[in-house]
């Protein structure tokens, strides 16, 4: 027994019982108690372990415990355990904000510095992963994927019992590189982790691969039978960001294959469990499941679609970073399309175009390139180039997947 009661199963709770503790920790400022050695390990670390448990079981299922294991490794004084709790209110602090907040890199410069000094590298390797991770929820592709890969390189060099941080940071460097432009080394880096989970036989690592990188890469090469077949290797009853990647993978190939009834049927079925499962507090899921969801109810062209559509658009124009601009921009190109305002959707996809490059999204910038040279009658030969050259082999059923009424204009 280490004095911990078990986690509750309700979502909703864990996820009051985890803004409490932050809360608390950001009203003390997010102190240490006072220095000291000797400290008793044994609870902290069973309370972390858990909390790393429950996070295969959805973002809010976890919350409450890691947010309770942060502000009991602050209180405990000693350095190894708060620079660990430093590392876990960093971590939740990446959620519902318009912008990156700052703190994240105070509290992560705390957490290095004293890994440094301790000599743990496991802390400091930490510390660059999540800081890595806020940078890729907030859509800076180029730095989140240079600081997961600094993480686990460290990590596989130093550190002994991190292969859940080392392995989710190879997962987050891969989509990283996707996103950007480089979908063999994502196919490279994806047939290795998933050659490791069938090794150790990690289901849920699996699936994670399967759906947010080899499927995804699939479609951009234009091999919607294996895509498929990806898919259908996965386990149906999954949580956490793996059920956000699968409805976007899902409803992507849906679109790619015309099927925009399908492709809203699947966000409708999603979407229940993507909300209970507290995804849309996390800015990087927040933006890929509303444009997935935007695109296909516009798509479908209906009255009803159209509002609910703009709703959801609605719930990122408050954010300010570059990818929810250029995401916001991509949305209100089909809104005018569907409109049939098309020097406004030039003018969206201009937007788009430039926010995503800024953002380092190079294959969504290039996407957006050529449906505006289509839609403005000017030669696509550039974009087109730009397209292949990241991966895509088939330019027009990949821009139709993104902007269906474009294409068909």
């Known amino acids: ?83 660990r709790g430093l590392v876990h209110a960093a971590f939740g602090m990446i959620s519902n904000h318009p912008e990156r907040p700052t703190v994240i890199d105070e509290l992560l410069d705390r957490a290095a510095a004293i890994g440094r000094e301790q000599g743990d590298p496991e802390v400091e390797a930490l510390a660059i992963r999540v800081r890595g991770e806020s940078h890729f929820m907030y859509g800076n592709l180029a730095t989140a994927a240079r600081l997961v890969n600094e993480a686990t390189a460290l990590m596989t060099e130093r550190c002994r019992g991190v292969g859940f941080h080392r392995r989710f940071g190879t997962l987050i460097g891969a989509r990283a590189a996707l996103l950007s432009g480089d979908v063999e080394q994502a196919r490279a880096t994806g047939a290795t982790l998933l050659g490791e989970a069938i090794d150790r036989e990690d289901p849920v690592c699996a699936d994670s691969v399967r759906i947010a990188l080899l499927a995804f890469a699939d479609i951009l090469r234009d091999r919607v039978d294996a895509a498929d077949l990806q898919l259908e290797q996965t386990n149906e009853d999954i949580r956490c960001g793996n059920l956000a990647f699968r409805a976007e993978s899902k ?56 509002a609910e559509a703009k709703r959801w658009r609605r719930s990122l124009r408050s954010w300010r970073f570059a990818a929810a601009i250029a995401t916001s921009a991509c949305i209100d190109a089909n809104f005018a399309m569907l409109a049939d305002e098309r020097e406004q959707a030039i003018t969206h996809l201009e937007r788009a175009r430039d926010q995503y490059a800024s953002s380092g999204f190079r294959l969504d910038a290039a996407t957006a390139a050529f449906a505006r040279a289509r839609l403005s009658g000017q030669d696509d030969e550039p974009a087109a180039a730009e397209l292949r050259a990241c991966g895509v082999v088939s330019p027009e059923r990949w821009t139709a997947a993104w902007y269906p009424r474009i294409a068909a204009g």
């Open 1 to 83: 027994k280490v004095g911990h009661r078990a986690p509750t199963t309700k979502n909703m709770l864990s996820l009051i019982t985890g803004m409490y503790h932050l809360v608390r920790m950001r009203l003390a400022k997010f102190r240490a108690g006072p220095n000291r050695s000797g400290v008793d390990g044994l609870p902290l670390e069973v309370l972390e372990r858990a909390a790393y448990g429950f996070a295969y079981m959805g973002v809010a299922r976890s919350l409450g415990l890691v947010m309770r294991s942060a502000r009991k490794g602050l209180a405990s004084g000693e350095p190894r355990y708060v620079g």
């Open 251 to 306: 409803s992507l190939l849906a679109m790619y294959r015309g099927d925009v009834a399908g492709a809203r049927a699947i966000w409708r079925r999603y979407m229940p469990s993507i909300k209970y499962d507290g995804l849309l507090f996390v800015p990087g899921f927040r933006l890929m499941i509303v444009r997935g969801h935007c695109i296909a109810l516009l798509a479908n062209g209906g009255r009803r679609e159209a």
